[in-house]
Each structure stands twice: as structure tokens, then as C-alpha cells.
């Protein structure tokens, strides 16, 4: 086990610079997810960490050891890839085992370790079987029992879940988690699905244009997102926005004339901000008739997602798009006229500097 430290990380390839000076600190024992959009450069932080990539400059420690100049192979990290990187023509347990047959260690030992990781993964009735007679399930664990069996400082995943379907990568989800607290070993894990970090993650490092653009808990994520980019990409679904201009003392409004009322420990908060972008998920909207919320705009319904347990109803209000968050009792059909609010003392408000996307309050 060990804590990572990146120290002003750079990477360029050629002229083009990726990574911008990355700081971070993971401790001993976290399991931490990188999230970001397609290209934004978790995978390449990762990379750089395993040393499959070379530093243009600053640091990386992996414990007390500054690894930056380390060869790969003396980093004492294992690595799971997208698409499991398992020998076809090995049963699960020489592919289990082959990393340590060429690190050496003899076969007694190797066996053990392969049993004792199979134990753990529910392998133990596989290990004679073929990579072609696997599920994608039961390959993906023998990719993970292959990392295991090394007994690494720290585990690399790198979007393990991406070739499962949508009922196996929840229950895999379930199972590396559990399988990181068994553990206790520092686990980094890249994603650009935000359910997979924030249902797996002690912490998330959401990033963007190859710069970190906050570090925290799923809840400090959700619950106090740093800028507009991470409120709108963390939370499922997402976070709906509304572009204000200040409308006098207190008041703000839309294109449309849709007014957002203020009280004076908002437009406090706000100073001289001129425009402003409102954030509301969809679950703190409130669909007017039901309740009566401070705040409300009249809206009309384009489509209607039945989930069972809740509904979602996306609605258009003057040309601006909203999603509202209901329970699945609720009936609207696409056309039908709305009412949509919130309540600003009883939910949570999001107002960030239109532009920038800063965090206003």
C-alpha cells in the first residue's frame, strides 16, 4: 500500500501540451476515480503514473519514492485495461500466474498466490478454462486476479467496465468496491461514466482539458459543484441551466422574461454579477398544481421518460430545455401545459458567473 503524489505533472505530445501542471495528493488506502470527458487526459495521468508515459516535467512519488525516471516494471503497480489484455492460448491460471513466472518466483509459491486470488473472485472453478470460455464478466475478474497476485502498492483500472452491459457492470461495480475494502490497497480508477464514480469512489478528480478542476467527495461533488463544467457533468440526470441578466435591484431574468426574485442574502452573494447561469437538478423542481413553489415559469412538455419509481419529464420553457425530476405516480403527456418552480429557501441554488462558469454561490 502506498499514497501517490503528482507534483506540477506536465505532459506534451509534440507541440501540444495535454496534462497542465497537475497537483494531487491520494493517500494510503483511497480508492479514487478520474472522470472527465473523452480526451481530457485521465487515461494519460494514468499512464504517466504507470510509467507507459514519460514526464515532460515535474514529479510523481508513489510513497516516500520519486518514480518519475522509473522504469515501468519497477513501479510495483498493476495495471487492469480496458480490453482485459488476456493470453488466448493460456488457461486462467498461467495467466493468473504469468507475471510472476517472469519476475521469477518459483511455481509452489506462484500456485498459491493464483488460489488464494481465484478464492477471492469466485475463480476457483475456472482456472483450467480458456480466455474464448469465459464470460466478459469472468474475463474481466481474471484480469483483476492477475493484478492481485502481485500484490502491487497500487491498482490501476483504466474503464474496466466499458465492454459490460449495463446489468454486469453494476454488479462489477459492487464487486471492485468490495474488493478494494477487502484490500485496503490504494486503488485509481479512470471513467468517463460519473455513475461509476460516484457510486465506487472515496473521492473523484474531475478533469478537463487536462487540468483537475476539483478534488472531493461524491457528496461535496454533488452537493457543492467548484464551477459550471463539474455541476454539469456530475449527477445523473443532469444538473438543468438557465442564463439570467440582472433585471433591477433583486431581480434577474431570462431572454424569455422568466424572472428569478432574489433575497438580499443572494443578491448579497452575488455583488455586481450582471449574468448569471442558475443551476437546479432535477429533483429539486417542482411541478406546480402539486405544490407551490416561491418560484415558478410556465412550460410545456416534449417527452415523458417512465422509470418505474420516478418519471422523468423533459419540458421547454420559452426555448429553454428543463428536466424535472417526479415520482413514477405522475401522468403528463407531451404537449400538455406546466408549471415549473423550486423553492430557493429549501432547495439547493447553483449560480455561477456566466463565461467563466465560476461558482457564485
Known amino acids: 500500500m502506498a499514497q501517490v503524489r503528482f507534483r506540477q505533472v506536465r505532459k506534451a505530445f509534440g507541440p501540444h501540451e495535454v496534462i497542465h501542471g497537475v497537483d494531487l495528493n491520494i493517500a494510503d488506502g483511497e480508492f479514487i476515480v478520474f472522470v472527465g470527458p473523452s480526451g481530457c487526459g485521465k487515461t494519460t495521468l494514468l499512464r504517466l503514473l504507470a510509467g507507459l508515459e514519460t514526464l515532460s516535467s515535474g514529479q510523481i512519488f508513489i510513497g516516500e519514492a520519486d518514480v518519475s525516471d522509473v522504469p515501468a516494471r519497477a513501479r510495483n503497480i498493476a495495471m487492469v485495461f480496458q480490453n482485459y489484455a488476456l493470453y488466448p492460448h493460456m488457461t486462467v491460471a498461467q495467466n493468473m500466474a504469468f507475471g510472476l513466472k517472469l519476475r521469477g518466483m518459483p511455481k509452489p509459491e506462484r500456485g498459491e498466490r493464483v488460489r488464494d486470488a481465484a478464492r477471492l473472485l469466485n475463480l476457483e472453478d475456472l482456472l483450467d478454462r480458456k480466455p474464448r470460455q469465459l464470460s466478459g464478466g469472468q474475463r474481466q475478474r481474471v484480469a483483476m486476479g492477475r493484478a492481485i497476485v502481485r500484490e502491487p502498492d497500487v491498482f490501476l483500472m483504466d474503464e474496466p467496465l466499458s465492454n459490460l452491459d449495463a446489468q454486469l457492470r453494476a454488479q462489477m461495480r459492487k464487486e471492485i468496491k468490495d474488493l478494494q475494502h477487502r484490500l485496503t490497497t490504494t486503488m485509481i480508477y479512470v471513467t468517463h461514466d460519473q455513475v461509476e464514480a460516484m457510486t465506487m469512489a472515496d473521492r473523484i478528480v474531475v478533469i478537463k482539458d487536462g487540468e483537475i478542476q476539483q478534488f472531493g ?98 419540458a421547454d420553457l420559452s426555448g429553454e430545455a428543463l428536466t424535472v425530476q417526479l415520482d413514477g405516480t405522475v401522468s403528463l403527456q407531451p404537449g400538455e401545459e406546466i408549471e415549473l418552480g423550486f423553492d430557493p429557501a429549501k432547495s439547493p441554488i447553483h449560480l455561477f458567473e456566466r463565461g467563466t462558469g465560476r461558482r457564485l454561490m
Open 217 to 314: 467527495s461524491p457528496a461535496e461533488l454533488f452537493e457543492r459543484p467548484a464551477n459550471q463544467f463539474v455541476a454539469s457533468f456530475i449527477g445523473s440526470p443532469a444538473m438543468n441551466f438557465l442564463d439570467f441578466n440582472r433585471n433591477g435591484a433583486r431581480m434577474f431574468a431570462t431572454r424569455a422574461g422568466h424572472q428569478l426574485p432574489l433575497s438580499r442574502k443572494l443578491d448579497s452573494a452575488l455583488g455586481a454579477a450582471e449574468h448569471v447561469t442558475l443551476g437546479v437538478r432535477p429533483k429539486d423542481l417542482i411541478l406546480a398544481g402539486r405544490s407551490k413553489p416561491k418560484v415558478s415559469w410556465p412550460g410545456k412538455v416534449e417527452t415523458v421518460e417512465p422509470l418505474g419509481g420516478e418519471t422523468l419529464v423533459h
